[in-house]
């Protein structure tokens, strides 16, 4: 069974940029495709990316293209989500999942807060 453990939320100004890190254990992540979604207080969990388990292929929203970046390091077992050009409509919990044809596995959630 996998386990998802995020970090490196926090609070940012407006324009400022953040790194979260999704670190897996119990299997490994190269047999997943893996992503982010993020859920606002009063919203519905919103998909914001995603990268291929064989080519690594991207998908963004349209909300963070061009500002978010994802990627992986499968020998370390470890997705990441640049983010940069922070805005206040980006506040929200972020969470990583990791999905096959069989299962989907969440992480807890770590909090991103962008305020002046």
């Known amino acids: 069974q996998l386990q998802l453990v995020e970090s490196g939320g926090g609070l940012v100004e407006p324009g400022g940029s953040l790194r979260l890190s999704c670190a897996a254990s119990?299997?490994?992540?190269?047999?997943?495709?893996i992503g982010w979604f993020r859920q606002a207080p009063g919203t519905e969990r919103e998909g914001i990316s995603c990268?291929?388990?064989?080519?690594?292929?991207?998908m963004y929203a349209d909300s963070v293209k061009g500002r978010f970046t994802i990627s992986r390091d499968n020998a370390k077992n470890m997705v990441y989500l640049q983010m940069n050009s922070l805005k206040p409509e980006d506040t929200a919990v972020y969470y990583c999942?990791?999905?096959?044809?069989?299962?989907?596995?969440w992480g807890q959630g770590t909090q991103v807060t962008v305020s002046s």
């Open positions: 999942y990791a999905v096959n044809l069989f299962v989907t596995y």
């Open positions: 119990g299997s490994r992540l190269d047999f997943y495709d």
């Open positions: 990268i291929g388990s064989k080519r690594g292929r991207t």
